[in-house]
């Protein structure tokens, strides 16, 4: 319920706004269709793919000659019987996107397991942050490619090497903005929680915490995509299922129309994961989110 | 503003008051605080000392810069200080070898507010007694909706302070504070950053709470005006090394009003600050410049 302040110091209920969540929704959807946004976003696409088309399949352009084109893909995407074996309608197309998802699923989830509470301990702990960081730094800027020849020297079975060069992918990310997260708390909120008497343990999980939330989860969202790239990477190089095996794959069988398939479906799947961690970021923070939409 | 006559205190010590001995006296003694951050001693307070009454509303104006804050933050056991002793009701809090403990014994209100933007009202108001395990969950939430109440926030108690205004959220802090039943309540320029309006009601408030649980208040402020109004005293600190200089009863009558505000003895005592403190910001200025030449 949302008060008003009068003059004369009594907090009165002005207007309430209880209101469904499903309401809110309809409500907000009906202002963006009024808004010239998802027009603008639907002309942005076609643009898109219009310029693909022409170059590709009508003008065929110098370099472009050769990719496939949106009609060619279109039609082997939802063909009963496509001709490189990939559609809709084939569980080896379901097969590889599964098998992808699964192996970032337990990277990233290795990475948020391990990353935050690490990133959490470094930003709380000076002293443990002294030992760490160095390291991480240094460790960081090294591009997952470079991790390949270890990876496979440390997991000769593939399938744990290209988990491990997922993982390592977003847990740098995840661990540093962790940290970021709680370096970023104002020092009042400390200070505030000890003269209320709070322990240690408190501070950590009271304060340390929930003030690192928006942080970790913006972190969450970039070791989500850099675990999608990592792992392109690595089916390419070691796998027998997977969109990144399928692109590589299809590019030595000369398929081209499914590398677009198995990149298109690399996008929507990656923007998707996205959304959903922004989705469970804003129910774990609805101290943030109610305060900025109502 | 609240109709209701109960004091704003925890239950069961709501008559503290009117206990024969009341708490929350400060003696500070020869408070001297050297800051050494870049091998260049910066001399913040010089033997600074003071007596502040239990129950008394305690003001201290200055010029920026002049140590206001550090004392304010060696008495919460933020920092410590070089040398001297701070005694809360005779008991020694710091010295120069020992620093103060954090703790709900002294509560701050910080200048910029320092809400838990992630719990709600209730969840900020109760934070105290829950962590410290004095209460159950169940009798701090009624506590704390007593205290809400009593200071006109009733209806929020779910929202989160970003839900509401600042004044409110000023408010809801010092409820936080009042919920630990605390010796004193330090205020760091709490209303600073409001407009004339807001700040009004916030000292009416103020007082209210004031005339009502009669906590000893350590107030820091740089609106003279502010001061006279709320305060019992007002202490003038001369600038950086800060040190009081001059100790001004206010003896206007208590419950206040604005009323006051045009009352001859107000306007006295205004001139009386304002002419002590401007000599001050005037030696602060100027050594502004000289620092910055």
């Known amino acids: 319920m949302q008060t008003e302040q009068t003059l004369s110091g009594k907090a009165v209920a002005t207007q309430d706004v209880s209101v469904s969540s499903i309401s809110l929704f309809f409500f907000r959807l009906k202002l963006w269709m009024k808004s010239p946004t998802p027009y603008l976003t639907l002309l942005g696409l076609s643009l898109f793919i219009l310029t693909w088309w022409l170059t590709t399949e009508v003008w065929q352009l110098p370099r472009f000659e050769k990719l496939p084109g949106p009609v060619s893909v279109v039609k082997e995407w939802v063909s009963e019987d496509p001709a490189y074996g990939i559609s809709i309608y084939t569980p080896e197309y379901y097969e590889h996107i599964w098998k992808s998802i699964l192996r970032v699923l337990q990277a990233f989830g290795l990475a948020t397991i391990l990353g935050v509470p690490l990133g959490l301990f470094m930003g709380w702990k000076k002293t443990f942050k002294d030992y760490t960081f160095p390291v991480m730094e240094i460790l960081r800027p090294i591009p997952m490619l470079a991790w390949v020849p270890l990876a496979i020297l440390m997991f000769p079975e593939r399938e744990m090497a290209i988990i491990y060069l997922t993982f390592l992918g977003s847990f740098f990310a995840t661990t540093l903005n962790t940290l970021l997260g709680v370096e970023s708390i104002d020092e009042a909120y400390f200070r505030a929680a000890r003269c209320l008497g709070a322990k240690s343990r408190h501070i950590f999980f009271k304060v340390v915490v929930p003030g690192a939330l928006p942080f970790i989860f913006t972190g969450l969202q970039i070791s989500m995509g850099f675990s999608w790239f990592s792992l392109v990477a690595g089916e390419m190089l070691a796998g027998e299922f997977g969109l990144g095996y399928l692109i590589w794959n299809s590019f030595i069988l000369v398929q081209y129309p499914v590398i677009v398939i198995a990149m298109v479906t690399l996008g929507v799947i990656g923007w998707s994961s996205s959304a959903l961690i922004r989705f469970v970021g804003t129910l774990l923070m609805k101290w943030q989110s109610r305060g900025s939409s109502l | 503003m609240t109709t209701s006559t109960s004091t704003i205190c925890p239950t069961g010590t709501s008559e ?278």
């Open chain 2, 16 to 293: 503290m008051h009117l206990s024969p001995q009341p708490v929350g006296k400060l003696s500070i003694r020869n408070a001297t605080k050297i800051y050494d951050p870049d091998g260049v001693n910066v001399l913040a307070l010089d033997n600074c000392s003071m007596e502040v009454e239990a129950g008394e509303f305690c003001v201290i104006v200055g010029p920026s810069g002049c140590g206001k804050t550090t004392l304010l933050n060696a008495i919460a056991g933020f920092h410590d200080i070089t040398s001297g002793d701070i005694f809360l009701d005779d008991e020694l809090l710091c010295s120069g070898t020992k620093q103060a403990e954090p703790g709900a014994d002294r509560i701050v209100v910080f200048q910029h507010g320092a809400l838990f933007p992630w719990y709600t009202v209730l969840e900020n108001v109760t934070f105290g007694p829950l962590v410290q395990g004095k209460m159950s969950a169940s009798a701090a939430k009624k506590e704390a909706e007593e205290i809400l109440a009593q200071m006109g926030l009733k209806g929020i108690s779910h929202s989160y302070p970003s839900e509401i205004s600042s004044g409110m959220r000023r408010r809801v802090e010092i409820a936080r504070a009042m919920m630990n039943n605390p010796k004193v309540l330090l205020m760091d320029e709490p209303y600073r950053a409001m407009d004339a309006l807001t700040k009004t009601i916030m000292h009416k408030n103020l007082l209210d709470v004031y005339d009502q649980s009669r906590k000893t208040i350590f107030f820091i402020t740089h609106d003279l005006e502010e001061a006279i109004f709320l305060g019992t005293r007002v202490y003038v600190m001369t600038t950086r090394p800060g040190t009081i200089k001059k100790v001004i009863d206010v003896d206007l009558p208590r419950p206040r009003d604005y009323k006051i505000l045009s009352s001859d003895r107000y306007l006295e005592l205004k001139q009386e600050v304002i002419e002590s403190v401007h000599e001050e910001a005037k030696k602060a200025f100027e050594a502004g410049e000289r620092e910055m030449a």
